[in-house]
């Protein structure tokens, strides 16, 4: 009998890690060694994983959830931060010192079809492994070995499926191949990136009863990486919710589903398709797209999208630039070419910063645009942004909005989650005005 996951000690455990991808600027600016930025796709993560126990990591694209598992397998490598694979750390181990550690940890790719070499049967593509680490080297025993896998994820009778080359299979027999390489050299960690969302759905349930059966019978402890909490309910002990780097909110899957704290963590919820053609659910997805990751908001993330933001989340000059677009984008037209008219460019409101001068345009006054932003807020003071301002003045050029100071919010435990909210963190709500 399996002893529990939750009274067995950490297999993998990630503390504040960072990966960070360097952008590419122009010739003459590498010439000069300047820095043009980075996309932070991964920006200070911690996570711990027990033997037998699958972890669901959820989120949108673009959220960092496969450059995570990626930097794991040190198929990235990381920035800064620590990977402990059973109290080992592995960040900074050369190619060869890390080399046992890729038997115990593999993964199962998205696309089944790129997974496998079209030019290999499954008798060479599964058992390649074996012969790259050295475990097996006879024909034999290559053989044997990669009969024992195809049987276990049911790819039967073997001498049907040896000879066949990924174009003979179907997507889920293509899958079930990709697993049988990923257990062929019995690893202790699985990382399956999105491994069931390419499939049809009729195959979705039956792979993933596989990886359970698979986990039972091997003791596998999975990194279940998804955008789709419908089955991380089903397969997951828990989920963590990763949010444009992230991670914003995590706890037991029942937890989150019944209880969920984080305003993105609800939104998830409510976009969940209802099977019941006539009920009717509220969606009330978040506003906006995923920020860029090379220039993520100040303060919480996700606090542009958020209906419950207030004054500490973050507000800034983009953001106020993005509710003036907003907000012409719903006037009549001879309003919106009246104010547009008064309103200069905007681009200057890209530079992050908590002072936002609004230009007044050509041959208009600052007073014309502080009216603009008076009738906005009058027409929707409900808006989060207003929350924000400490001041609004007018100069002869331009309408300046300040912002106050800005909290950066902290993974802190509410109940059997953690949270990574300031609508949790009563020291930081303290401090708002």
């Known amino acids: ?17 960072k990966t960070h991808f360097p952008l590419r600027g122009s010739f003459g600016q590498r010439l000069l060694g300047r820095e043009t930025g980075s996309v932070r796709a991964v920006d200070g993560v911690s996570l711990s994983l027990r033997r037998g126990e699958v972890l669901g990591l959820v989120g949108e694209s673009g959220s960092g959830k496969t450059t995570l598992g990626r930097t794991i397998l040190r198929l990235a490598e990381p920035t800064s931060g620590s990977i402990r694979f059973e109290g080992q750390e592995v960040v900074g181990l050369s190619e060869p010192a890390f080399r046992p550690f890729r038997r115990r940890i593999q993964i199962v790719f998205q696309d089944p079809h790129a997974s496998l070499n079209p030019a290999m049967d499954l008798w060479t593509a599964i058992g390649h492994p074996l012969i790259v680490h050295g475990i097996i080297k006879d024909r034999e025993a290559t053989r044997d070995a990669v009969g024992a896998a195809l049987t276990r994820v049911g790819l039967t009778p073997v001498d049907q499926f040896l ?7 179907s997507g889920g027999q293509k899958q079930r191949a990709v697993l049988a390489r990923a257990i062929i050299l019995g690893p202790d960690l699985l990382v399956a990136d999105e491994p069931v969302s390419m499939l049809d759905m009729s195959v979705r349930a039956k792979i993933l009863e596989l990886m359970i059966e698979l986990k039972r019978e091997l003791d596998l402890t999975y990194l279940y990486i998804t955008h789709d909490l419908a089955t991380a309910k089903f397969f997951c002990d828990r989920i963590a919710i990763m949010y444009l780097g992230r991670i914003v909110e ?21 976009a969940i398709p209802d099977p019941d053609p006539d009920r009717t659910t509220p969606r009330d ?3 906006g797209e995923v920020p860029d990751a090379a220039a993520p908001p100040l303060g919480c993330s996700f606090h542009p999208r958020c209906p419950r933001a207030f004054e500490i989340c973050g507000w800034e000059s983009r953001d106020l630039r993005d509710l003036i677009e907003a907000h012409w984008t719903r006037i009549p037209e001879e309003q919106y070419e009246r104010e547009r008219k008064l309103v200069g460019d905007l681009e200057v409101l890209e530079e992050p910063s908590l002072v936002a001068q609004v230009p007044a345009g050509r041959g208009a006054s600052g007073s014309d645009v502080g009216a603009i932003l008076r009738r906005m807020r009058d027409e929707d003071p409900d808006e989060p942004l207003w929350t924000g301002v400490r001041d609004t003045r007018v100069d002869d050029g331009h309408a300046e909005v300040t912002f106050g100071e800005w909290l950066e919010p902290l993974l802190l435990p509410d109940g059997d989650a953690e949270v990574a909210c300031h609508l949790y963190d009563e020291q930081a709500r303290s401090k708002a005005r």
């Open 250 to 270: 995590t706890g037991p899957t029942t937890e989150i589903f019944e209880n969920p704290r984080h305003p993105y963590t609800a939104s998830l919820l409510r």
């Open 1 to 17: 009998m399996q002893t529990k996951p939750e009274s067995r000690p950490p297999l993998l455990e990630v503390t504040d890690l």
């Open 285 to 287: 997805l978040p506003r």
């Open 163 to 169: 000879h066949k080359y990924p174009s003979d299979l």
